[in-house]
């Protein structure tokens, strides 16, 4: 079975360009969520998709945003790029809805340079 | 405002002996931790888990312990192994979101 996949693996951008990643997760898996990892930050939640619905959102500004497919295919958008979204975004996915019932199984993630 | 705390940023460990490695949480309403293990230029994947209610679970080699109380788990390895230096990243789950710690880099060496 194919693991999560996320494309581009590495991106350059400038500030207050917007940016889109995309995210295939496992097939059959129906909740997609989304994550950034900075240096020192840990990995914060952006929020997560479930049949196409944003089921959960953390607490990020209205430039970042997502949308998931009916086939379970999710994007997440940056839009006006700062220099402090440099970092990695990180996609996992789950059957239902990730821990504690479904473990969620994380992409290797985009690196996103802001310049 | 970083509710799940890692404050040692790295750990370095002799091959065979054990590592110990520590989180601290500041929300009383998280009722579910994970350790989740990355290597470099790979998504994190799930170690081991451990339910509120419990206050230890233990899965072959790691072994993580809970206290509430402290507000405190610690995720154990023993004996530590070659294979086990990678990033480790304490979560804590409330209501569906999981919110991470910084992560803590174990080096095992031989």
């Known amino acids: 079975k194919a693991g999560v996949t996320q494309t581009p693996r590495y991106l350059i951008k400038t500030r207050g360009q917007q940016v889109t990643l995309s995210c295939s997760p496992i097939?059959?898996?129906?909740?997609v969520s989304w994550y950034q990892q900075t240096p020192g930050q840990g990995l914060q939640f952006l929020f997560e998709?479930?049949?196409?619905?944003?089921?959960n959102k953390g607490n990020f500004p209205g430039r970042f945003s997502g949308r998931q497919f009916s086939n379970s295919r999710s994007e997440m958008n940056v839009s006006t790029l700062e220099l402090g979204d440099s970092a990695l975004y990180l996609c996992?996915?789950?059957?239902?809805?990730?821990?504690?019932?479904?473990?969620?199984?994380f992409g290797p993630g985009t690196r996103l340079t802001v310049l | 405002d970083q509710q799940v705390k890692q404050n040692s940023p790295s750990l370095s460990v002799q091959e065979g002996r054990i590592s110990i490695l520590n989180c601290d949480y500041t929300?009383?309403?998280?009722?579910?931790f994970l350790w989740y293990k990355k290597y470099p230029a790979e998504g994190p994947t799930f170690l081991i888990s451990?339910?509120?209610?419990?206050d230890k679970n233990e899965d072959g080699r790691f072994t993580v312990f809970l206290n509430k109380s402290a507000k405190h788990l610690s995720l154990h390895i023993v004996p530590s192994q070659p294979g086990d230096s990678a990033v480790y990243f304490c979560?804590?789950?409330?209501?569906?979101?999981?919110?991470f710690g910084a992560g803590t880099t174990v080096t095992v060496r031989a």
């Open positions: 998709y479930f049949s196409e619905t944003q089921r």
């Open positions: 097939s059959g898996h129906r909740s």
């Open positions: 996992a996915s789950s059957f239902l809805q990730g821990p504690p019932r479904d473990e969620q199984f």
């Open positions: 979560a804590a789950l409330n209501d569906y979101k999981l919110s």
């Open positions: 929300n009383s309403m998280f009722d579910y």
């Open positions: 451990i339910s509120s209610i419990k």
